[in-house]
Nanobody, 128 residues
Framework: QLQLVESGGGLVQPGGSLRLSCAAS????????IRWFRQAPGKEREGVSC????????NYADSVQGRFTIARDNTKNTVYLQMNSLKPEDTAVYYC?????????????????????WGQGTQVTVSS
């Protein structure tokens, strides 16, 4: 079965850290741009970060710049989102999505591009 599976969400106190994983099964991620999105209750989906298929390019939303880091490990067929210094406003369901674009060194944060695969989402709650 071709799918993306997110994991690593949970409840964390403000200032804490979490690492989200986006693992692919049934296909390899190295030909795909991977984007992380999040959606909080009552709000529109927001692009958080992306990494190019080559891994050489990354991009971050202003709201997470300097706190979040995206990385890919093609040997594990997984993309990670390390989230540090978490704030209550980071609370949301986080989704990863894969957009097939081989040999691409750049990525842009956009949700209008049709993605080939989406994960089911993982809840992140930042609260004391």
């Amino acid at each position: 079965q071709l799918q993306l599976v997110e994991s690593g969400g949970g409840l964390v106190q403000p200032g804490g850290s979490l690492r989200l994983s986006c693992a692919a099964s049934g296909f390899t991620l190295d030909n795909y741009i991977i984007r992380w999105f999040r959606q909080a209750p009552g709000k529109e989906r927001e692009g958080v970060s992306c990494i190019s298929s080559s891994g050489r390019g990354t991009n971050y939303a202003d709201s997470v710049q300097g706190r979040f880091t995206i990385a890919r490990d093609n040997t594990k067929n997984t993309v990670y989102l390390q989230m540090n210094s978490l704030k209550p406003e980071d609370t949301a369901v986080y989704y990863c999505a894969a957009h097939r674009y081989p040999n691409q060194d750049l990525c842009v944060l956009t949700s209008w591009i049709p993605h080939d695969y989406w994960g089911q989402g993982t809840q992140v709650t930042v609260s004391s």
